[in-house]
């Protein structure tokens, strides 16, 4: 039992935070600091960054690009990332195709592929859900036929976070609707700029432009694009849900969140009762606590090359509610100054002014990648025997 | 007791229901998400002929003698049609606070809002002060006017701003022309047009004063527990939709093949709702009859208890209609998100729920039934 | 729509709560004070002189021994009876049998129990739940076979509250299994005094006898003891079930626990921080409004003769919960002070040292008459139609 | 970082759960709730010969050299097992009291503890200074120390009292015996015995003053961080108890023809269980390996959060347990409703989730991570 880092854990730490001081751009702290979205410039900035660093694709392994951290590692670089005000990077490419091409992908599939992904240059999205199999994923509709040197697909996703930004999709398809769902699903990777693509943007209810709907209107993708066999598409989603846990509960951002938090907190106006709003904090720093200390389990267990504990199992459902808890408290604690949508001038405080963005942006945290209701309904059979 | 509406008020809610389905629409609303002012011609001038521009006020003050009552009633429906219109903000709010100040300037304002006139709105927050109405941070120094007022409800179109100042520590209203100060407006979270503006040293004539000390005290807090009540109301008509929306797409959106309805897990989400809806409804009624009693006590008792209420409940029905969509309830295409914004809007104004509790606490006791 | 009592329930008010308080016997008075749980003896006492005074059975219509009260009168005399710290009564004869018989009874039935019943001198117990039947009450399985002149009852019921106190029964029972559940099932008055009953004790964990299991070994009971037709017993139970819902909402009796929440809080030591405690207890202040404004609405519906509206539905579930609530915060304000169980000295505070003998009775509250999560299945398929 | 407990530690876990399942039970226990006292002599002397009287000291103190965390799964069983046997009260807590005051007489006294001759408790609280231990309301006055003390977890045995007393505004740590005061010894909520201590003019030697000052107030501070990892580790034994008899329960309990468990709302009740049950794990290694550190903001800050975080959600697991127990589980029948009290109990001692909560807000900040 040790619940400290270790003394190179803590070199680490500080050359991690020394380098996030010297190298985080200005304009993406400044976004940070007042709670604003970093659009497509600033992101891809950042993860170029990281690419040339070689700090982008942190899970990989080494033969890949990946830089041989241990879970510790990763999780302390993730605190230092959030705490210096960066963005989380895009999960499409690092931590969802590049894992899987890497795992079922043919030698040639990773030579094209994983370099680009490596490097920050090519972006990803993620086609999976559909509008009538949301949390019923399996019943997807979109289908690939088979032609002679290609797949001619046609259907709709949506919810596609980024497809406006995207390079490339990794992409759920049925290619054969005579056998049970889930078997006839197979995992195609398509580019986004093959004709009879069409994206359309959705706008979330913070205002912003992450989600799309995607049609496909006999779109035409080289056979040599399917990953692994027809018919794994779905073994390789299953893959992917349990793959990395280490950072799945957003910890580190809930961190920084909670430090904003104070900080707006500490310059607001004297109406507010400092005190009593300390003590709303006081419980979810204790609520952090417990998830991260949780959250730390998992990252021991990876490190010691053990499989995920039940402790992981509860990582999502907690780290969403945490999230959404913070940042209901920001808007709460804000008061009025959580009214104001795209004023110009500050008033009192930016980051209440932008409160309410990640407020309703966060709203989806619970919902995305199977409701945490759905997860529950796994939970119980699984884990329960119920 | 008896909580029947009486038929009048029944009268002005179906036919303000009436007139919202037949002249608003959520492509309206967004539409008007995107205008520099919330006030359409046709619809300003068909909501004064249906009379609500007198409604709030005595028949003395050449009002059509309504009881808040009544008002909440067409405050839920522009609640519940997601309305955009500045009814309140520029009518209800500064007319109120004229006819409580009461004096005969004021009574002649008064009528020129009733007459759909005047373009007023009321100016009593900034940022410093918080929710603290009667004691503004802005000062009159001699007949200068200096200070800031934030969160300014003017729905893009006021030319006339009723304000608050301390003068030697008196509280003062006046009444200062928009043009006299510097202005900016932007959206709020509503998509409301909302204002700062700045007074530097607006020079400030007697007959801007309205009212000061007592009467500008006890007029001000009048307004707030009327316009508190006010806010339960918009949530109301808000919340009663979003669970009226929502059990509907639990009965036909399908998941695993059957209706999302069926899961036991939606089933008491939605049980927990209604319930909450119920008592909702049950606050919305005791403080529109309440929260305009001559007495203080009563009022703000009523008042801030069901403001930190329906900041519990209403914000909580909000959130479970969105997490029951799923998805779709998060984008700006279905109105689900758009009344979630409208739920947490007001549930900041005039008072968050951590401000009433502590003001609940404060208050006096009384014996239960009283 | 007027939200105030008119004068002369004001003055009906006054009337009470000055009899209250010239009438709730001190002893009664001192056990509610400090939240001691009133015995048999006390319970009799007050019933009795209830009883006497014509106030016992308040919901009976007058020419049966009811006051004639409107909803509205019961409502205040309840609020003024919780107030004076006088205890609720018993709600097996007054509320539940006494109902029944005057409505599904003989004239020889009504006869022979409602006298009992309406001076307070009858005791009455509710045979219903059984092991195996608790929230499936229909699945019941103690039996009444028909002999000439009696019933021969054999079976077991479980949870019956006050059955080491009560003169007689009112039981379901099974009178035919050959056909559907519900079918098979009716109303039988047993005398507590027959051979063959036996009576134990259930402690509960407030560390009180509340609760009894009840043995029935070929019990011969009167076939004159029949309420209604055989097979009739389903119809009658739920009958009670939606009979009377205007004070099922416990709002009287959350108002005295928070006037002596109050009170106790007021007179704490210093070290509390009365005004976090005052805005916990106001929180809990402005959730009863919430309940007894919808309460109201349930007293006024019933004094215009109208069915019960959607309002109603929930009153249970909220005041259960507000209960819980209620005396959770009491626990908690207590701090140490509710550490204490059979203290024979005061620590600080009686209020607070007996705190935690309700909030362990009142863990029962959301699970009895149906769980709360029973009456949230029922309302989805009725109300909502799900 | 690393998880897993020392081989040691899992040693004395086990051979404390195995022998207390040889040795304790629901039906031991409920004849402990009667009796005047919880010392049964072959129990106790049998724990004693497990090594537990010595565990929590240092060698050098002339102990077995156990970390906090060793103690912690004792008494985590001790929980799981509902026992009542005094070993927190009457060994470790007044141990560790000597042990940190570390002087020639406390070592002196804290041998025969460990030697099983000593019988004592802390008298730390009384209900005027509530959970501020560093401010007692009894006082020393020249030789003569008057006032009282509550809520003392003497187990029925105790003989000798450390407690605690101003002289001056001095802290004094003092060890007084039982025949000098009035006792009235009753029960407490977890069914364990406590005493109110009233010390009316007790004659005061120098001999029975063991610490005063900076160096008293810093082995109490150090006592409270240790004794609120053990309440969590106890609530934590308990709410483990109560989580598996639930699930089983559900498992087996059939309502409507079909097992409980099969009910959705049930699944997520027990899901949400068992997700807080890993987190109060989390915490529980958290704190019992940071609340013995020399370093009293890391000590503090762990402790403080800890005990907050079990107060809302081991209560939480005890209340559901009994709401999915239904009628039986709040009877004595059955153990649910034993550890629901016990659970209960441990929320209060040693500061509440409100005195928590308050605390930890006002402890210094940390860069996260560290």
């Known amino acids: 039992m040790n619940l400290e880092f270790t003394q190179e854990e803590l070199e680490f730490q500080q050359s991690i935070r020394d380098w996030m001081q010297a190298n985080v751009p200005d304009d993406i702290k400044r976004c940070s600091a007042v709670g604003e979205m970093t659009g497509k410039e600033l992101q891809q900035k950042w993860e170029r960054l990281l690419g040339e660093r070689g700090w982008l694709a942190l899970t990989w392994p080494k033969q890949y690009g990946g830089p041989g951290w241990t879970a510790t590692q990763r999780y302390i670089f993730d605190l230092e990332r959030a705490m210096a005000g960066a963005p989380p990077t895009s999960p499409f490419g690092v931590a969802m195709v590049g894992p899987v091409l890497y795992t079922f992908g043919s030698q040639e599939q990773k030579d094209r592929w994983l370099p680009g992904i490596v490097s920050g240059r090519t972006l990803w999205c993620q086609g999976y859900s559909e509008p009538n199999a949301g949390s019923d994923l399996a019943s997807l509709k979109t289908r690939a036929e088979r032609r002679d040197d290609h797949y001619l697909v046609n259907g709709q996703k949506i919810w596609t976070t980024q497809a406006h930004w995207a390079d490339m999709m990794f992409c759920l398809v049925r290619t054969d609707s005579t056998v049970k769902q889930q078997k006839g699903i197979s995992f195609l990777l398509i580019d986004m700029k093959t004709p009879g693509i069409e994206v359309r943007p959705i706008y979330s209810i913070d205002g912003h432009h992450h989600l799309n709907e995607v049609y496909f209107t006999d779109v035409r993708v080289p056979l040599e694009n399917l990953v692994g066999q027809e018919g794994m598409g779905w073994t390789i989603a299953k893959f992917l849900l349990t793959h990395e846990r280490t950072t799945i509960a957003g910890v580190a951002d809930s961190h920084h969140e909670i430090s904003r938090l104070k900080k707006a907190v500490a310059e607001a106006p004297g109406f507010l009762d400092k005190s009593q709003a300390r003590q709303r904090i006081a419980e979810l720093e204790i609520e952090l606590m417990a998830l991260e200390y949780t959250n730390f389990r998992t990252v021991a267990a990876t490190d010691e090359g053990k499989p995920f504990g039940p402790e992981s199992s509860g990582l999502k459902i907690k780290g969403t509610e945490l999230q959404q808890k913070v940042s209901q408290a920001m808007v709460e604690l804000g008061g009025m100054m959580s009214l104001t949508w795209d004023n110009p001038e500050t008033v009192g405080s930016d980051i209440f002014n932008r409160a309410t963005r990640r407020y309703n942006f966060l709203r989806a945290c619970t919902i995305y990648g199977g409701s945490n209701e759905i997860q529950k309904n796994v939970l119980a059979k699984m884990l329960l025997g119920l | ?370």
């Not at chain 2, 500045?86 to 009461?102: F, H, N, R």
């Not at chain 2, 203080?296 to 409940?313: G, I, L, N, Q, V």
């Open chain 2, 1 to 370: 007791m008896e909580f029947n509406l009486p038929e009048n008020t029944t009268l002005i809610a179906d036919t303000a229901r009436r007139y919202l389905k037949d002249n608003y629409s959520f492509e309206i609303y967004r539409q008007q998400l995107e205008q520099q002012n919330h006030v359409d011609a046709s619809r300003w001038s068909a909501m004064q002929e249906l009379g609500w521009f007198g409604l709030p006020f005595a028949e003395s003050s050449g009002g059509f003698d309504g009881t808040l009552l009544d008002v909440a009633m067409v405050v839920r429906e522009l609640g519940a049609a997601l309305c955009l219109d500045p009814y309140v903000d520029t009518v209800v709010a500064p007319g109120k606070l004229l006819e409580y100040i009461g004096s005969d300037a004021t009574l002649a304002m008064l009528s020129d809002v009733i007459d759909g006139r005047a373009r007023l709105a009321c100016a009593l927050y900034d940022y410093h002060a918080g929710y603290q109405v009667l004691r503004p941070s802005m000062k009159l120094n001699g007949k200068r006017l200096s200070g800031q007022k934030n969160f300014v409800p003017d729905g893009g179109v006021a030319d006339t701003l009723l304000t608050t100042a301390l003068a030697d520590g008196e509280l003062l209203v006046l009444a200062v022309p928009v043009a006299a100060c510097e202005t900016t407006r932007y959206r709020a979270l509503d998509g409301g047009r909302i204002a700062n503006v700045l007074f530097d040293e607006v020079e400030i004539t007697d007959g801007m004063i309205l009212a000061r000390g007592k009467q500008a005290e006890r007029a001000l807090s009048m307004l707030l527990t009327y316009l508190q009540a006010l806010d339960c109301a918009r949530m109301y008509g808000a919340a009663g939709a979003l669970y009226q929306r929502t059990l509907e797409y639990s009965k036909t959106r399908k998941q695993f093949g059957v209706a999302i309805g069926s899961f036991q897990i939606i089933q008491h989400y939605l049980v927990d709702m209604f319930i909450d809806l119920q008592q909702l409804e049950s606050m919305l009624l005791m403080v529109a009859v309440k929260a305009e009693s001559e007495d203080a006590c009563r009022r703000e008792r009523a008042s801030t208890a069901a403001k930190a209420y329906y900041s519990d409940k209403a914000v909580r029905i909000a959130q479970q209609a969105i997490q029951i969509h799923g998805g779709v309830g998060v984008t700006e295409e279905l109105d689900i998100g758009h009344y979630f914004r409208l739920v947490t809007h007001c549930s900041l104004t005039h008072g968050d729920r951590a401000y009433h509790i502590k003001r609940f606490a404060e208050l006096d006791e009384v014996h239960p039934g009283e």
